[in-house]
């Protein structure tokens, strides 16, 4: 059977209050009773002893008819006994004629008192009972009997209980009703999780709960949001993989289709005889150099794969960076010259990389190609040097630059920053600067970029000096 959690919250407050009442009520009825039949006995014990001692006192008998008077306004009745329990004032059919037992005789000559609070009768009604001992001597000589009815103390307590019934009453009215905004209140907190909740499992992942800390619940909607806000960004994450897929797909699809469209029309050509005798030698070298950049495609693809899982073991070993610097320059001069840019390098003779040889010089020829491809009768300079932790190594180039945009889309895998980019070893398919930055996080390094449009662009290379 399914209950409502606000039902289960408000019939749980209620019952508890209700539990909590009876035993306080009982509680209560029970204090308020035994203390009014106390104050009765202890009236009776204090006008018995004052009858006791002005008797002692005067000696005279005349003090008993005036406390007699006094008190029977007060609906009390008192008698005087001697050692044998004979009444000796007032001899009169009203006066008490109560025998005493034999244990309360033994107790009034031990000058004990006795009390008998409510459960005695005399004249058909129950009454509250004292008997206080007169000593003479040592040796009890008599005493004194002091009854009074119990009606007055139960109109008392009558009216103590109507008053605690009322008491009850009002407080559990007020009780209920706070108890169902309470249960209000934190039912409607759990229904705002459980509507966010219904928006996350719908694909809405802007389903915020106002927060703090002010309880478990509070702390449970922080935890909420926070679940919310990783669910966010995995979910960009996802739909952003989706994009890069479908963009790979259409850039590889792109990238294949004009050297496989160039190597089908030579070959058709071939094939029919639509080209000449002295053209031929020049469409085969064509189809030879498209060939082969669809296999340098093919491999900085699987190139980019492997590093990219972690399938490259690198194997470092300590280099001198001036070493590598020309080996770059030497490599890359004659495209240079071609293009009027002057290679500078710049390097601490002392400084050491601690690096994979091969890889190292992977990532520098592709940079430093990507600077000579977009500088015009400039310079790229190839700086190093090395501090207590790290090797850095900086390539500057003076040539168009990049504004802030093309900076932060740069390391996409098939980003180009101009379309017109020809054939290069690395990087012709936009692959090149992906395959360096994830390059150098296997080295435990970092790689940043600095670039203004007309001004030139700034490589940045760290490594660290030995592998944590």
């Known amino acids: 059977m399914r209950i409502k959690y606000i039902y289960q919250q408000f ?19 029970h204090f308020v009773e035994n203390m009014v039949y106390e104050n009765k006995v202890k009236e009776l ?16 008998e005349f003090v008993f ?31 008490p004629q ?7 005789w033994k107790w009034l000559s031990l000058g004990e008192k006795i009390v008998t609070k409510h459960n005695i009768k005399w004249l058909d009604q129950d009454v509250s009972l004292v008997a206080l001992p007169y000593m003479g001597n040592g040796e009890l000589v008599g005493g004194i009997l002091l009854i009074s009815p119990i009606s007055g103390s139960r109109e008392i307590i009558t009216e103590m209980n109507q008053f605690l019934l009322y008491a009850i009453i009002i407080t559990l009215s007020v009780s209920f009703l706070l108890s169902w905004i309470l249960s209000k209140v934190h039912v409607s907190r759990i229904q705002k999780i459980r509507k966010a909740t219904s928006k996350i499992a719908q694909g809405d992942y802007n389903a915020y709960i106002p927060a703090s800390n002010f309880d478990e619940i509070a702390e449970m909607a922080n935890d909420f949001n926070e679940m919310v806000d990783q669910l966010k960004s995995s979910n960009e994450e996802i739909d952003n993989l989706e994009k890069r897929r479908r963009q790979f797909i259409a850039d590889v699809s792109h990238e294949l289709r004009t050297p496989l469209t160039t190597i089908s029309g030579v070959i058709e050509g071939l094939k029919n005889n639509m080209i000449e005798e002295n053209e031929k030698e020049k469409g085969i070298q064509l189809v030879s150099q498209e060939t082969k950049r669809l296999i340098r495609l093919v491999n900085e693809n699987l190139d980019y794969e492997r590093i990219r899982s972690n399938q490259v073991k690198l194997s470092k070993e300590r280099i001198q960076v ?12 004659l495209q240079a010259e071609q ?25 520098l020829i592709n940079i430093t190609k990507n600077s000579i491809q977009f500088t015009n009768q400039g310079s790229v300079s190839l700086r190093g040097y090395q501090t207590d932790e790290k ?3 900086e390539i500057i180039d003076t040539g168009i630059g990049m504004d ?33 930055k994830r390059l150098v996080e296997l080295h435990e390094g970092k790689i940043d970029v600095i670039s203004e449009q007309n001004i030139g662009t700034k490589f940045t290379i760290s490594l660290p000096i030995k592998s944590s």
């Open 404 to 436: 802030k945009h093309e900076v932060e889309a740069v390391w996409r895998r098939f980003y180009k920053a101009d379309i017109s980019r020809k054939s290069n070893q690395f990087g012709e398919f936009g692959l090149g600067l992906s395959i360096v």
């Open 11 to 29: 019939f749980s407050h209620i019952s508890i209050l209700i539990i909590a009442f009876i035993i306080v009520s009982l509680l209560f009825a």
């Open 339 to 363: 293009k009027k840019i002057e290679l500078i390098i710049d390097v601490d003779e002392q400084s050491m990389v601690f690096a994979d040889y091969d890889r190292l010089i992977q990532i």
């Open 98 to 104: 109560t025998r005493i037992t034999e244990e309360g």
């Open 322 to 333: 001036k070493e590598v610097l020309e080996v770059i320059k030497d490599h890359l001069l």
């Open 391 to 393: 090797t850095i190594i």
């Open 45 to 60: 014990t204090e006008y018995g002893e004052t009858i006791l001692n002005d008797f002692d006192r005067t000696g005279q």
């Open 65 to 95: 008819s005036q406390y007699q008077h006094v008190l029977s306004s007060q609906n009390i009745n008192f008698s005087i006994f001697d050692q044998m329990g004979r009444v000796v004032y007032p001899v009169s059919t009203s006066s």
